[in-house]
């Protein structure tokens, strides 16, 4: 399978990647461990976590995700070959969702004790921090980058204002950099990223990883009325975009989808992968039936006039 590069950085990733908020929520530890072999097999190698992953559910306090992920890595002995990103800055506690150098120095360790690595190859800020000075969240990730713990960093949720800043102040104080961008990005949901962070992201070399590939899962096409809310845990959200301009995009989906004799969920991502900025989208998935719709994407080439139709399609 044809990589590409993470960035500027020398990191090679398949162009999909999976995504971990899914492991210790709706899907166990015996299942999760199906679900990246399967993966695995199938010749991607890059896994995308956090933190906090999944303090929401009741009983969790966060860490279950990176945990469950660890223990699949020490189980298979897969370390070397894959990719893992995970983040810092969301909140573990009232008093720990920031991007001070000491929440980041005592988090780190936190998510290397439940990998059971030494290193982490794309630590990300998850969320920006307007409190905390950017000079010092930089100086902590470089003084990591400088330990070998981590291999890169990147952010995520940031405006294309602060992303520039940090940038730049990454630049005049020729510390760690940020190398990719983890924004909000699907079909559905591109005003923001195309109109002010993918030309940013161009111009200075920043990888992008979009989460939401599929909107919640409103992408798969799988809910088309608002009774379909309890189909799954996600339901309440992919449900919002249920309007005239989604209801669009699905029947552009679908079309295509016949077309390739995929589904609706593969279009999508085969859409994104075919942006110029994106190097791999995130998206997860809870059965090995779903993960191979998934990785199908990559087999799919959409033409001009495919992408013009989705574009069209999904027109803001």
Request: hydrophobic content about 40%.
């Amino acid at each position: 399978m044809h990589k590409r590069q993470l960035g500027k950085t020398g990191i090679e990733v398949a162009p999909l990647c999976f995504g971990g908020n899914v492991f210790g929520w709706t899907i166990d530890e015996a299942q999760s461990f199906k679900m990246l072999d399967a993966f695995v097999e199938s010749g991607f190698n890059f896994i995308d976590t956090a933190n906090v992953y999944s303090n929401w559910v009741p009983g969790n306090s966060g860490g279950e995700s990176e945990t469950i992920i660890g223990s699949w890595l020490k189980a298979r002995g897969h370390r070397q070959k894959m990719v893992i990103a995970t983040k810092v800055g969301g909140e573990m506690s009232p008093d720990r969702k920031n991007l001070k150098m000491d929440t980041i120095i005592v988090e780190v360790e936190a998510s290397l004790r439940r990998l059971q690595t030494d290193y982490i190859d794309l630590y990300q800020s998850h969320f920006d921090d307007l409190s905390t000075p950017i000079e010092e969240t930089l100086a902590a990730f470089d003084r990591l980058e400088k330990q070998g713990k981590v291999r890169a960093i990147g952010a995520s949720n940031f405006s294309a204002q602060r992303l520039r800043e940090s940038l730049h102040i990454s630049e005049q104080m020729k510390q760690a950099s940020y190398v990719t961008l983890q924004p909000k990005y699907n079909l559905y949901d591109r005003q923001d990223f195309e109109t002010n962070l993918e030309p940013l992201c161009l111009e200075m070399q920043v990888g992008v990883i979009p989460y939401y590939s599929l909107a919640s899962g409103f992408l798969t096409g799988k809910y088309r009325s608002a009774a379909d809310k309890a189909l799954s845990a996600r339901g309440g959200k992919a449900i919002s975009y249920l309007n005239e301009r989604g209801l669009r995009i699905l029947d552009a989906l679908d079309l295509l989808a016949v077309d390739y004799n995929v589904k609706p969920a593969t279009i999508a991502l085969a859409w994104l992968m075919q942006r110029k900025s994106v190097v791999a989208p995130i998206a997860s998935a809870t059965t090995v039936t779903q993960l191979k719709d998934l990785t199908k994407a990559v087999e799919i080439k959409l033409t001009h006039v495919e992408v013009e139709k989705l574009d069209f399609a999904s027109r803001y």
